[in-house]
């Protein structure tokens, strides 16, 4: 079951272990909208050693997915298309003029994997399980 837990301007959602994420590689979470959940919202969950990261799962160039691509020693991965470089931890590009990936913050609490993204992704079926505590009151 995934939780949320809501906060001013923002959830904090479960999405899973960190046995969920491939060392030195991604999986790509879908978070339904409510103003459209058909077209959800595709997070990249990266692990760099014992860190996590979270980004936006679709090259801004050409659309091309992102989860799928394993991090190099730099903590960058690199777009299958066309071959731009972005760092899972800041979503930074190294090809200028290209526009950063979104970042979301990501924590561990109770030994789940948390992200939080806007509240506008909230969604039916995602159960609060502990209304109005932030990750860290559970």
């Known amino acids: 079951m995934?939780?949320?837990t809501k906060t001013t301007n923002h959830?904090?959602?479960?999405?899973?272990t960190p046995e969920d994420i491939p060392e030195q590689g991604g999986a790509l979470f879908k978070v339904?909208?409510?103003e459209d959940p058909r077209q959800?919202?595709?997070?990249?969950?990266?692990?760099?050693?014992s860190e996590f990261a979270a980004i936006d799962a679709r090259c801004p160039h050409q659309g091309a997915?992102?989860?799928?691509?394993?991090?190099?020693?730099?903590?960058?991965i690199e777009c299958p298309l066309h071959y731009w470089r972005f760092d899972v931890r800041s979503g930074q590009c190294d090809q200028s003029p290209a526009p950063p990936l979104g970042t979301?913050?990501?924590?561990?609490f109770g030994g789940k994997l948390k992200i939080r993204v806007p509240v506008d992704a909230d969604a039916l079926g995602i159960v609060n399980s502990d209304p109005g505590k932030t990750p860290g009151e559970r």
Request: proline share 5%; net charge positive.
């Open 2 to 4: 995934t939780s949320v």
């Open 32 to 34: 339904l909208r409510l």
């Open 65 to 76: 997915k992102l989860d799928g691509c394993r991090i190099d020693r730099e903590g960058k």
């Open 11 to 16: 959830i904090w959602i479960t999405i899973g």
């Open 104 to 108: 979301y913050p990501i924590a561990m």
């Open 40 to 49: 959800p919202r595709e997070v990249a969950v990266f692990r760099i050693g």
